[in-house]
């Protein structure tokens, strides 16, 4: 295959926002990307979760191809086979949540359940975690901790509040009956690959159901898979009011989703929608990601190679100096480094493999759902050798 020679600096016109990492990727297939210098590189990126089958899947191609021959879009006000289907699929997987809106990315799925609690509870106040992240527009930018992220938009929404994972006495103070919605992550992905407690959010939905507030779990990242279990709540055995789906649902297309219960939730027509949202291609492509996780299995093998990963990382870094910890559950591992993670970031791609950081010392490995041990144990090595010279 012959590709189209770049035209000038790459980067001149873009907005510079992301930070440009020095590659210009033309190709993917399976778990690796290729440069406009022919370089193969490992994904541990899934370019932040989203190629969740990696790059080139073939059922993933075909069902967009065909998709994109039949119908393209088709705004809310008229249903579609592929838009029920997917709705049909969620809700099968969701249980009892039995409504599903669906809109075009992670941040717009929260903004969607922000106000879904206010207009249900006729209450303002969020309680989210310090360490959280939920997504850049400014509702769910107020939800979400950092600094970084936050600082050069103020002033934010009102109305959040931010709680530290562990502290109930924190916790109960702030779910007060001004609260529409307590809103969580399984697991921290930007805020360092923090495993929240199962215990700590099973004292939060006990309370949340006590004082009439909606329970929000936002699975953006460790939805569809992520985590070793389709969903990450379901590893306390939560039973969450609203959940927040985007990332992998698409395979890489862009899609969101909020699942609710209809009893529970009521807006009236017209009070919130999405041009893009629920088009028949997107849903195409989220279908086929599902059907693809259940023929193959991947969910289980997710969970197996994950824990052997991480269990061959807690081994091999166990004497080194530079980091301070090894956390992760399924294909989302953070290594907490004593130092700056970039450096570490920039070596490995030297060698042909994509990681990311999650805060300034965190580096972290969100790998393809399909991706193969050998090509996790090439990842770990260079990691381990890097990190041990």
């Known amino acids: 295959m012959t590709t189209a020679p770049l035209i000038g600096n790459p980067v001149q016109h873009d907005a510079g926002f992301a930070g440009f990492r020095g590659l210009t990727l033309l190709r993917g297939e399976g778990s690796f990307v290729t440069d406009s ?3 193969r590189f490992f994904d541990g990126t899934s370019m932040y979760g989203v190629a969740s089958l990696g790059h080139g899947h073939a059922g993933l191609a075909a069902a967009l191809s065909t998709q994109a021959q039949t119908l393209i879009s088709c705004f809310g006000s008229f249903a579609n086979n592929r838009r029920t289907e997917l709705q049909l699929r969620l809700t099968n997987l969701l249980s009892p949540l039995d409504r599903i809106f669906l809109c075009n990315s992670g941040t717009e799925a929260v903004e969607a359940a922000i106000k879904m609690a206010r207009a249900t509870t006729g209450r303002s106040q969020t309680v989210a975690l310090t360490g959280a992240f939920h997504g850049r527009t400014l509702g ?3 939800a979400t901790f950092r600094g970084l992220h936050r600082d050069a938009f103020g002033p934010l929404v009102t109305g959040f509040t931010h709680v530290r994972p562990g502290d109930l006495e924190a916790l109960d ?3 007060s009956d001004q609260v529409a919605l307590f809103l969580f992550e399984p697991v921290q992905g930007e805020g360092g690959v923090k495993i929240i407690d199962s215990n700590y959010l099973l004292e939060a939905q006990r309370i949340c159901r006590e004082r009439g507030i909606l329970f929000v779990a936002d699975e953006v990242q460790t939805g569809i898979g992520r985590t070793g279990l389709m969903f990450g709540y379901q590893h306390a055995d939560l039973e969450p009011d609203v ?4 990332k992998g649902l698409g395979g890489g297309v862009p899609i969101g989703a909020v699942a609710f219960r209809g009893e529970q939730v009521n807006l009236n027509g017209g009070s919130h929608g999405s041009t893009f949202g629920g088009n028949p291609l997107s849903c195409a492509a989220a279908l086929a990601v599902l059907e693809t996780l259940e023929r193959e299995g991947l969910v289980a093998h997710v ?7 991480l269990r061959r990382f807690e081994r091999s870094l166990r004497d ?4 301070r910890a090894v956390r992760g559950i399924g294909f989302m591992i953070g290594i ?6 970039a450096p570490l970031q920039r070596a490995l791609q030297e060698r042909g493999f994509l990681t990311l950081g999650a805060g300034p010392r965190v580096l972290r490995l969100l790998p393809p759902l399909n991706s193969t ?3 996790l144990e090439d990842l770990a090595e260079a990691i381990c050798q890097e990190l041990l010279q």
């Open 37 to 39: 210098c022919g370089k």
């Open 173 to 175: 103070a702030a779910l």
């Open 336 to 341: 907490e480094l004593s130092v700056a993670s």
């Open 303 to 309: 969970a197996e190679l994950g824990d052997r990963l």
């Open 140 to 142: 769910a930018l107020s």
């Open 243 to 246: 959940v927040c789906l985007a």
């Open 373 to 375: 041990w050998p090509e």
């Open 320 to 323: 080194c100096k530079e980091v």
